[in-house]
DNA sequence: TTATTAGTATGTACTCATTACAATAATATA
DNA sequence: TATATTATTGTAATGAGTACATACTAATAA
């Protein structure tokens, strides 16, 4: 199964109706590690389809959140990042360069008090600091 | 030592000239467990200081955040939320009222992998779910 | 006391991410 | 095909956050 299959079965497995622009942008964020914003995501895909609009970014990152097939995300800049990869691991945002990256981490051995009658659907786990590259200049 | 004698020597330890707006946000701030937003900071009190801007209230977080008198964290919506508890606890925002609540977690107990050359300085767990009260509903 | 200076606060205007909405286009169903 | 439903587009509006110039306050020196 190619990659536009495999967005394709994606999208319907959650009765999402593939539309090019749909099925483009999951493909996107599914071979990128970057975490990308709206803007990055339009900007990319506007070669591809001249006609794309960021309305239809915006209302197709925030389907395919509520579809859980991709994660929102928040920096230190008021602007939402989107990443497919929807399994457990953290991430870490360099303060100097602004840069979104991904780490493992386990959170099954989190141990959390006073959550016993919440009914948690999401963790998330984000780290500041400053990255390698940064560190080294 | 009251409360806003408090507040005034936490300032002065970090170098802060403690004026009436940085002392009364200070204060606001470790005495309540809204996580408010700048516009719930202002708001609040207004009545106490006429005066106050949002300006003032903007830049007064800023200053407490870059200082480690408070911190600094995203919810779901893109609005700063502030918490001048800066002792290691986890975020719970609740998706459908909005509220954020806090709870005890164990950050020592997490292994992180691929983060060995990095230089984290701080470290945040922030989950998402539905809240008791919203789950009575 | 007055003058000077540095630090603090204010208000306005601006930027920019995000959303609302109405109009148009594309797709599915009969 | 015709019709209903859904998707996309463009524009206008909202609202958080910032920049900046002005006004204020407090401390120090003369």
Redesign the pocket.
């Known amino acids: 199964m190619n990659k536009v299959e495999s967005a394709i079965s994606l999208l319907r497995s959650k009765s999402?109706?593939p539309?090019?622009?749909?099925i483009k942008i999951l493909e996107y964020l599914s071979h990128t590690t970057e975490h990308p914003?709206?803007?990055m995501i339009h900007t990319s895909l506007l070669p591809a389809?001249p006609?794309?609009?960021?309305?239809?970014v915006?209302?197709?990152v925030?389907l395919l959140v509520e579809a859980g097939l991709a994660r929102l995300l928040y920096g230190e800049d008021?602007?939402?990042h989107y990443d497919a990869d929807i399994s457990d691991h953290g991430h870490f945002q360099c303060t100097r360069c602004g840069k979104i990256y991904d780490f493992a981490v386990n959170l099954a051995l989190l141990e959390t008090e006073g959550l016993e009658r919440f009914a948690v659907t999401e963790r998330n786990v984000f780290f500041r600091g400053a990255c390698p590259r940064c560190l080294s200049e």
Chains 1, 2 share one sequence.
């Open positions: 999402i109706r539309s090019i622009a749909r914003t709206v803007e389809i006609t794309l609009s960021k309305a239809t915006y209302k197709t925030g008021c602007e939402a």
